[in-house]
């Protein structure tokens, strides 16, 4: 059923996300070129306009660009991920006052439902909006607005790519729809994958227009539902509903690349053991306790050994306790490790959550019931502990010896918004 | 403990516990409220509310002294009259947004320092405006 026109689906996202958290919060990079870069200092993952203007590519290795980057004097910085998750929690929040329901999507962006005022015209709201992220938080966002998700997608990237759109753009109300969708090629479409879009284009569809108004039959025929869903999303019909968000987690993951490659069992044991303890914080604060624990490793996907491995354990009760969880994580290290491999990233999962307020009763005997409450307690203190005074005040003694496989950050910001003792200081 | 728990088909006997003292209850007891918390009373727009350091004293005589603790509502649109972070020449700068002449200027608030004006400038942001600025006396 085509839907009313009176709903309307926007994909809102933050322009440069990560470039703009950082030139935000420190005048010295305001309207500088910055890029920031991944993971262990690897590759180029954002850019500000500037540093795109200078032809700064994305994905480019650092260690490729290194001295152009010096030459043009673009400011460099490791990725700051409590400075951007506070700046998309605070982007998120102020959204939700100004739309009817929300989806977050990823760290900088979200798609909204919005119904249509009595002149059906979203331009005034989206302007609004607009200003407002830009005035509370030095963020530009763009608006793309249409029917459904599949085409507010798609206005999204024509509110970029449209240079007098002024970073907002309505398919549902434009005269000449197909001249837009045509200057969408497939491989651009949401939900179209390289495999589909190599597909489409041996069939000879290049662009949105085309596969809208493709044979419907070939297309389920192929790719099925989805196929048939995301031709009818083109047409404008509306097949995916805003997924609000699930508050019962189904699991809790904490892994982290390797600054350098760890050989040794020792090093590999202590960065799990490491993770182990941030996610066992992680469970206690959302009254979650698991009863399968994973541990996982891998070697570099550019490298040619291309190893990984994950061993998990199942456990009778549910824990979400640092010791019994710890003893579980050193000993799936063991499992895991092989002398041969260079291994560039590990973490842990803690898998099949249940909620620890319904667990309280069902414990077996006294005794271990006192154990457990003892343990509880000495838990649930140090995690005080740890959130009055600075994170890691207390903690395990594995942690403590030297670590030699943290990830690179040689060029970290701040943590300019959520940490007292990282705020700026106001200098005249 | 709960004992209309049904699912279990066991009866559960309470255990006495702390909450189960001797001696006279507090007449305290019914009052007991909520601590005050001063992000709730102090910070009106949480999102888009910062917290910056203040170095040096160029606004001492509107009482903003050095190592203060600035908090800063960036929703708030600046008006003449209010304390103002702005980003200048790669810096962030607090002054008072002030108006003379039919023309704003920033004005130090303090002698020794000068004001600002923004015609000698390019590239001058208003950040955000000052909601509250927190002294230390220990």
Same mark, same amino acid.
């Given at each position: 059923m085509r839907i009313s026109s009176n709903d309307a689906i926007a994909l809102i996202d933050a322009n440069n996300f990560y470039a703009s958290c950082e030139q935000n919060i420190n005048p010295n990079l305001r309207n500088k070129p910055v890029v920031i870069l991944s993971n262990n200092d690897g590759c180029i993952i954002a850019r500000s306009p500037e540093a795109r203007a200078l032809k700064i590519k994305m994905g480019t290795p650092y260690f490729k660009i290194k001295e152009k980057l010096n030459k043009l004097d673009i400011a460099v910085l490791s990725s700051n991920y409590s400075l951007y998750g506070d700046m998309s929690r605070r982007l998120m929040n102020l959204l939700k006052n100004y739309c009817e329901e929300i989806e977050i999507y990823s760290i900088d962006e979200a798609f909204v439902s919005i119904s249509r005022p009595n002149d059906k015209n979203l331009y005034p709201w989206a302007r609004n909006i607009r200003s407002l992220i830009y005035q509370n938080l030095g963020i530009t966002i763009t608006v793309g607005i249409g029917e459904n998700k599949v085409r507010a997608k798609i206005a999204n990237k024509l509110a970029k790519n449209i240079d007098y759109s002024a970073g907002i753009f309505d398919l549902a109300r434009t005269k000449n729809e197909n001249n837009y969708l045509k200057r969408i090629s497939v491989d651009k479409i949401w939900g179209v994958g390289k495999q589909t879009s190599n597909w489409l284009q041996s069939k000879g569809i290049k662009n949105a227009k085309e596969l809208r108004d493709m044979e419907e039959n070939e297309i389920t025929k192929k790719l099925g539902i989805v196929g048939k869903r995301l031709q009818l999303e083109l047409k404008g019909y509306k097949c995916l509903p805003i997924e609000k968000k699930n508050n019962s987690k189904k699991e809790i993951q904490v892994s982290r690349s390797f600054g350098t490659p760890v050989t040794r069992l020792e090093d590999l044991t202590q960065a799990l053991a490491t993770h182990a303890i941030k996610a066992s914080e992680k469970m206690r604060s959302l009254n979650l306790q698991s009863s399968d624990i994973r541990v996982f490793a891998r070697t570099s996907k550019y490298s040619s050994q291309n190893y990984q491995r994950s061993v998990h354990r199942k456990l009778t009760n549910a824990t979400d306790d640092t010791n019994s969880i710890l003893k579980i994580v050193v000993e799936l290290s063991k499992e895991i490790y092989n002398p041969e491999y260079k291994f560039s990233k590990a973490g842990v999962l803690m898998q099949d959550l249940t909620n620890s307020e319904y667990l309280q009763q069902s414990v077996i005997n006294y005794k271990s019931q006192k154990d457990l409450k003892k343990s509880s307690n000495l838990m649930r203190t140090i995690d005080l502990l740890n959130k009055r005074f600075n994170n890691n005040a207390i903690t395990w003694a594995i942690t403590k010896k030297p670590q030699s496989w943290t990830m690179n950050k040689n060029f970290l910001s701040r943590s300019s918004t959520t940490d007292i003792e990282q705020i700026p200081t106001i200098v005249k | 403990m709960d004992s209309s728990d049904s699912t279990t088909k066991r009866f559960r006997i309470p255990l006495l516990n702390d909450s189960v003292s001797a001696g006279f209850p507090s007449p305290a007891d019914d009052y007991t409220e909520e601590n005050i918390d001063l992000n709730e009373h102090l910070i009106s727009n949480?999102?888009?509310?910062?917290?910056? %350091?203040? !170095? +040096? #004293?160029?606004?001492?005589?509107?009482?903003? !002294? &050095? $190592?203060?603790?600035?908090?800063?509502? !960036?929703?708030?649109? /600046? $008006?003449? +009259? &209010?304390?103002?972070? /702005?980003?200048?020449? +790669? #810096?962030?700068?607090? $002054? %008072?947004?002030?108006? $003379?002449? &039919? #023309?704003? @200027?920033? !004005? /130090? #608030?303090?002698?020794? @320092?000068? &004001?600002?004006?923004?015609?000698?400038?390019?590239?001058?942001?208003?950040? +955000?405006?000052?909601i509250y600025s927190i002294h230390s006396y220990s």
């Open positions: - | 949480p999102f888009s509310t910062f917290f910056l %350091r203040v !170095k +040096g #004293e160029s606004m001492i005589n509107a009482g903003i !002294k &050095d $190592k203060d603790l600035i908090i800063v509502d !960036k929703s708030l649109i /600046a $008006k003449p +009259g &209010d304390i103002v972070i /702005a980003m200048i020449d +790669g #810096e962030f700068t607090i $002054k %008072r947004l002030s108006i $003379k002449n &039919d #023309e704003l @200027y920033l !004005k /130090a #608030e303090n002698h020794n @320092y000068p &004001d600002f004006s923004f015609k000698n400038h390019i590239d001058v942001q208003i950040w +955000g405006v000052v």
